[in-house]
């Protein structure tokens, strides 16, 4: 896929990450530019410690770079204001994490239902979407039960429908398999691609897991600072 073919989604320019500890600087990475088309679901891989996480977080407008720009669209999304930064992320993006965050005494479709209550839709609407959504996952038999009685795989499955409730154009998970077993890990990739697809999303996914990897329509790996772009299909089964 090329991004002459498609709309671009989302682009970087430039990124720098610096962490400053007393008069020391660590610079996580550098010069980090890529463009994502809408539509493509990107893998974003890298050892422990690489970055990956903290590139995600930039991506979500959850952290800031130290430099560069980071493009939604048209929209220079590193130039908004603390307060609009938060409407576009609670409008725009949908969030899956490798730890689900699931708040244990709810239950599923109370889960599922929150990003809606918090923005004051009526309950019983919101009840009926989480409800849908959770029907989308395969947990509709699942819904009254809280976390703490679901699977890690089924937990994660919650997680996935809360993200997607609000309908946001961009979906990005951090190792959102990285908690699981092989098999499991298979089901929730399987779903991701199935909703990424289904929804018309565009996706990145911060793994290390080849297999996932894989199967994603483009690689880049972030390795010692810097990005570089790997044809999945080359990536080695492990």
Not at 17 to 44: M, S
Not at 132 to 152: C, F, I, M, N, T
Not at 194 to 223: G, I, K, M, P, Y
Request: charged content about 25%; proline content about 3%; some cysteine.
């Amino acid at each position: 896929m090329h991004l002459t073919e498609k709309q671009e989604a989302v682009r970087a320019e430039g990124l720098r990450k610096v962490f400053r500890t007393g008069n020391a600087e660590l610079v996580l990475f550098e010069n980090i530019t890529f463009q994502v088309a809408r539509g493509e679901i990107l893998a974003i891989m890298g050892q422990s410690g690489a970055g990956k996480s903290t590139l995600l977080h930039i991506l979500g407008t959850l952290d800031s770079a130290s430099a560069g720009d980071l493009y939604f669209g048209e929209l220079v999304v590193n130039s908004l204001t603390e307060e609009a930064a938060a409407e576009f992320r609670n409008r725009e993006l949908g969030f899956v994490w490798q730890f689900h965050y699931l708040l244990p005494e709810f239950t599923a479709l109370e889960n599922v239902a929150m990003p809606l209550l918090v923005r004051g839709r009526n309950r019983i609407e919101s009840l009926q979407e989480a409800l849908k959504w959770l029907r989308e996952v395969g947990l509709e038999q699942r819904a009254h039960h809280r976390p703490g009685e679901l699977s890690g795989g089924e937990q994660q499955r919650v997680a996935l429908a809360r993200a997607l409730i609000t309908k946001p154009r961009v979906l990005l998970a951090d190792e959102p398999t990285g908690d699981l077993d092989s098999r499991t890990a298979d089901v929730i990739f399987e779903l991701i691609a199935t909703l990424h697809r289904d929804h018309q999303l565009t996706s990145l996914v911060a793994t290390h897991n080849h297999s996932f990897a894989r199967r994603c329509d483009r690689v880049l790996r972030l390795e010692q600072g810097r990005l570089e772009e790997i044809v999945p299909a080359e990536l080695p089964v492990l």
